[in-house]
């Protein structure tokens, strides 16, 4: 019976600790050596006596073990105040951001119409002088009214005019300038306005001379009028505010044949550029 018992076991003996040094061949011939302990198995449980389980609520940890009792570990909620106020602002610029998208579109304002006529030349009187450093030239006084007329067809909104920008030339020569102030144009109204451009005592040096012999011709004295100006409409502060640019040209001529030296335009030509 114990020879049965020892052929039972003889299959589940291990090498000791103390016997690693010996020869492994002659230690399985000897199954029955004081220094083999036989191989105990063990089933292990898939979880261990204590074995924790943890169960989330909305806002608890729900703390299990084996002997049924329960424990609450309250857990920090992932939705702190700022979380909630970041997303309350969003929500609140982005209806925001619809809400001024609807409206300007339902009230979009139309493109102003700007036109530009030449009033009155009050002066313009070229007269021979010396300058500061002694050179013989022309000298011209010029005066001249100019009416800018706007458009404004928008029913809601009212129109801002930035000052305009206006400039005579004779040829390439930029004899007189002026820029003038800002101005407004009521919702749904047509305004003139008045600009005044002038100089005075302007040295012309050798274009002064041609241009007195222009104007004792019945062709004239060919100016060119350029004026720069930018108007927008302020639907909601700077957030929407669609501006326009306005550049018109002039091609005027003076004459002052038969007019005792007196300078009147007999031709005008306005367009607008852009």
Not at 43 to 53: A, N, T, V
Not at 128 to 142: A, I, P, Q, R
Not at 159 to 183: D, Q, V, Y
Request: proline share 5%; net charge neutral.
């Amino acid at each position: 019976m114990e020879r049965k018992e020892e052929e039972h076991y003889s299959n589940y003996f291990v090498q000791s600790p103390s016997s690693g040094f010996h020869d492994q061949e002659s230690e399985f011939q000897s199954p029955s050596r004081y220094d083999s302990v036989p191989l105990v198995l063990v089933r292990l449980d898939e979880s261990p006596k204590h074995s924790d389980f943890l169960k989330y609520s909305e806002n608890k940890c729900v703390f299990e073990d084996d002997d049924d009792e329960k424990r609450l570990m309250p857990l920090r909620s992932p939705k702190s105040g700022w979380w909630i106020v970041l997303q309350i602002l969003w929500r609140f610029l982005f209806s925001f951001g619809v809400a001024l998208l609807v409206f300007y579109i339902a009230t979009q304002p139309p493109h102003p119409n700007i036109s530009f006529r030449i009033g009155r030349i009050n002066q313009f009187i070229l007269q021979e002088g010396v300058d500061s450093h002694g050179v013989t030239t022309m000298f011209l006084t010029f005066n001249c009214t100019t009416n800018l007329i706007v458009d404004n067809k928008s029913n809601v909104f009212g129109l801002h005019i930035h000052p305009p920008s206006i400039k005579f030339f004779f040829g390439p020569l930029n004899f007189a300038k002026m820029i003038g102030t800002k101005l407004y144009a009521s919702s749904h109204e047509s305004a003139t306005f008045q600009l005044y451009i002038g100089t005075e005592n302007h040295a012309m040096y050798g274009a002064g001379r041609d241009m007195g012999d222009m104007l004792q011709t019945k062709a004239g004295l060919p100016l060119i009028l350029r004026m720069n100006l930018i108007s927008d409409f302020r639907v909601v502060w700077n957030i929407i505010n669609p501006k326009y640019h306005h550049n018109v040209e002039c091609l005027l001529l003076l004459s002052n044949i038969g007019r005792h030296n007196q300078a009147t335009v007999v031709r005008e030509k306005c367009r607008l550029v852009s």
